[in-house]
């Protein structure tokens, strides 16, 4: 069987699994799935802009943003579950498209530096106007809102197939082309015709809006609220160590790499306890590791692996001269 | 007025200080042309170094700093050589998660093995005080101020007057070119990063008797480099001192003036990264090369 | 007259595109050697390859006998093989003189660093008067001196000299070529790669006409300016079709390629 279509049949297989198990009534399993799906749409998010040549290193920003309007929603306007996450994922869209506009026409790290000072802006925002977020102590969720914990990770799980299905969409659409373009050289893309502003704004909106959604609904999972929290670096490595480790650029990268990810932080948790550091350690020294070794992810490695198993069908003839001048 | 002086006394030896960590940072970025995020790391590790000379030892921390100066200069050497080196033809991406890797585990490393607590080195004159008038000078912020520019000004007459220096000099502005002089570029690559970690450590060491050491410190500080670096721009050494005092003097000013400034003042650096970078991508001095 | 340096059969490019095809050429010591050809047709590209800048696919490169193809860039000038660049870039923070020095920055020439620096200011007065200033606020022509004296400050035994006379006005151009002719005089062995075809051949002893990657034409000087070929496309003006011109555009083509990948 084809890579492709061996990685179709297992997303099917995995999003029916993802959206069983809140049914199931395995609150450790579910809990993991629920973290595994929110892993999964920030990664997925980051993956997006990374696929059109935008380096992100403040997507905790997004998270953190969808985040704060979620939960202020609900506690100032008494806005219900579901619509809040779709205020917070509204809320990310609109960043995304002002990100897209304040950076211009920014490239490579500056871009990613500006996305940096924006993420930490927030987190300092946010300390500052304790009127508005409840500053440095926090912000705890009415609970007469809460809608149940089963409920929360059935609209994760919908909501990572949902992000997933986005992801495939957009590779199969025109724009999917003009992403690519970009990410090679924006300015020979501008030269055939592709119009950065516009990509750009429709892939940060799309991006910071997904992000935001994750953000949005792990709040009401947690039930708590602090800039620190929101706006954690943490968030970031882990939107960026999930793609690399899966695989950049791919569709499937970003949910095996959220597998992988939660597999290995589950792991050190239950092998080396709860030590201090150790599980972003070892986080640092797998990003690290697939930048040097593995720089196309568990995806690049199915691809070669599949690729050595199909051997021409003569064998090895010497007069199959190398296509290569 | 008293106030005012006070402003202008703290903000100048604030300047000092940041132009040290930004000098550090920019040379290797300069030179490279890649972001080091794990320079805010390296300063840690020197704290921690006086930190651990001076608690086990009671070595004072500039007594200590040539030596942690030497061993900073070979871990830069040892991480270019070993780590950086396989990404400088690696696309962007490559390159920033790979130092954002490295400075991740540093500071986990830093965690794990000296806990999260807060240290100080306390030497003698770290807790004594010049009194000018009504000026209040802190003599830890005063030596550390004069030590940061001595080795400015020391880094400074290297570039200018040694062979290798000039090599440097060379490399950040034409590789090709510098090739073609028969400077090795990849040889200068790793001078420039361990001198820069050499430099990163060294900052480290000063602020160890004038802020707290925790292993999350070097991340701030970080941020601060890179705002001072884009201010000033590329290539410009008077640019970078010049961003240098614009960071010291706005963070100070928004302690002194603006009520609760202190807790605002650390977003003054992400301010100016973000409206430099909006406005100006290329800094006040720096070359035109974005 | 022995041969010194000799590009054999040499294929080379960048990426996926051919610049280069089956290249060879020869210089020999003493001599004065002139590549010519349009915009695009892989002037450059020979330079890098001789100096080490760029790897070919396939090919060799000798000089004094002997294949240089392992030795590194910044390891060939200490051989006595020094490129003045085209587009000059000299180092334009730094002073005349600092560019200087560091053309004499390789070994074998460090060591008669300041004899080999008092004859380039005699050789080029007007680079004497601004030993001091920044390089890069010269003029072209002074820009051009420069590269050249920092080129020879590595006491070259083979000078490469990339489109000296790029965007440079005619008076200029003859100050430069003369500097050129005494450097010859003192026995540097020259190779030089123009689109000026009336200066290059008005000093080379010998050329090579390149075009689109090939050598399509070779021989003495006087040859070359009696051919009817080298007349037609260089010396008389030439319609071009306007589809040629996009063509040669490197970063379109290139765009392209990544949109139907």
Known sequence: MRLDSLLRYAGFILAFAVLAIPFLGLPGLADIVFRTCTLAIIAISWNMMAGAGLISLGHSGFWGIGAYTAALCANHLGIAFLPSLFCGLISGALIGVGLALVTGRLRGIYFAIATLAMSEGFRIIAIMLPDLTGGAQGEYLKSTLFPGTQFVYIVASCGAVCAAAVSWLVSRSRYHYAFRAMRANEQAAQMVGINPMRYRLTIMALSGALASFAGAINVWNGGYLDPNVAFNLHTTLMAQIAPILGGIYTIAGPILGALAAMGLGEGTRLWLGQIEGVSLLIFGVTLVACVLYLPKGIYGGLERYYASRMRPVYGNRADLKDPKP | ?290 | ?261
């Not at chain 3, 280069?20 to 050429?25: E, F, H, N, V």
């Not at chain 3, 020869?26 to 892989?42: D, P, Q, R, S, Y």
């Not at chain 3, 590209?45 to 490169?61: A, H």
């Open chain 2, 1 to 290: 007025m008293n106030l005012l002086l006070q402003f202008l006394v703290d903000s100048i030896l604030l300047g000092g200080l940041y132009t040290l960590m930004a000098i550090g940072f920019s040379l290797s970025f300069g030179v490279t042309r890649i972001i080091n995020f794990a320079h805010g790391e390296f300063i840690m590790l020197g704290a921690y170094g006086a930190f651990w000379l001076f608690k086990i030892w009671g070595v004072d921390p500039l007594i200590a700093m040539p030596a942690i100066i030497v061993l900073g200069f070979a871990t830069g050497w040892l991480v270019f050589n070993s780590l950086i080196k396989r990404v400088l033809a690696a696309p962007n991406i490559n390159q920033i998660l790979l130092t954002f890797g490295i400075g991740l585990v540093i500071q986990h490393i830093a965690v794990i093995l000296w806990s999260g607590n807060s240290r100080s080195t306390t030497p003698e004159y770290a807790l004594q005080a010049l009194t000018l008038g009504e000026v209040f000078i802190p003599y830890g912020r005063l030596i550390g101020c004069a030590v940061a520019v001595a080795l400015v000004a020391l880094l400074i007459a290297w570039l200018k007057i040694t062979e290798g220096g000039r090599a440097v000099r060379a490399v950040a502005q034409d590789e090709d070119a510098a090739t073609l002089m028969g400077i090795n570029v990849k040889a200068i690559y790793a001078l420039s990063f361990a001198i820069s970690s050499a430099l990163g450590v060294a900052t480290g060491v000063v602020v160890s008797f004038i802020i707290t050491v925790t292993p999350f410190m070097g991340f701030p500080m970080l941020v601060k480099a890179v705002a001072i670096v884009i201010v000033g721009g590329l290539g410009s050494i008077f640019g970078m001192a010049l961003g240098a005092f614009i960071l010291a003097f706005t963070e100070t000013a928004f302690a002194y003036y603006v009520p609760e400034g202190s807790g605002w003042s650390e977003g003054v650096a992400f301010v100016l990264i973000m409206v430099i970078l909006i406005i100006r991508p290329h800094g006040l001095r720096g070359q035109a090369e974005a």
């Open chain 3, 1 to 261: 007259m022995s041969e010194l340096l000799a590009l054999s059969n040499i294929h080379a490019g960048y990426g996926d595109s051919t610049v280069l095809q089956d290249l060879s050429i020869t210089v020999n010591t003493g001599e004065l050697v002139c590549l010519i050809g349009a915009n695009g047709a892989g002037k450059s590209t020979t330079t890098r390859v001789l100096t080490g800048l760029l790897k070919p696919w396939q090919g060799e490169v000798r000089f004094e006998g002997s294949s240089i193809d392992n030795i590194e860039a910044h390891d060939r000038v200490n051989l006595g093989i020094s490129l003045a660049p085209e587009g000059r870039r000299v180092f334009p923070s730094l002073s005349v003189n600092e560019n200087l020095l560091l053309g004499s920055y390789a070994p074998r020439a460090r060591s008669m660093r300041n004899s080999t620096l008092s004859e380039m200011y005699d050789l080029f007065p007007k680079l004497s008067l601004r030993r001091n200033q920044q390089a890069g606020s010269m003029s072209g022509g002074e820009q051009q001196m420069l590269a050249i004296a920092r080129a020879l400050m590595a006491r070259p035994k083979l000078l490469v000299l990339d489109e000296p006379s790029l965007g440079l006005a005619p008076k200029i151009i003859i100050d430069v070529y003369q500097a050129i002719v005494q450097t010859a005089k003192q026995g540097v062995s020259i190779l030089f790669v123009e689109q000026n075809v009336h200066a290059a051949l008005s000093i080379a002893h010998r050329g090579y006409v390149l075009a689109n990657g090939h050598i399509t034409l070779a021989g003495s000087a006087a040859e070359l300016r009696e051919s009817k070929t080298v007349q037609e496309s260089f010396l008389a003006p030439r319609r071009k079709r306007p589809e040629e011109a996009l063509l040669g555009n490197k970063q379109i083509t290139q765009a392209h390629n990544e949109v139907l990948k």
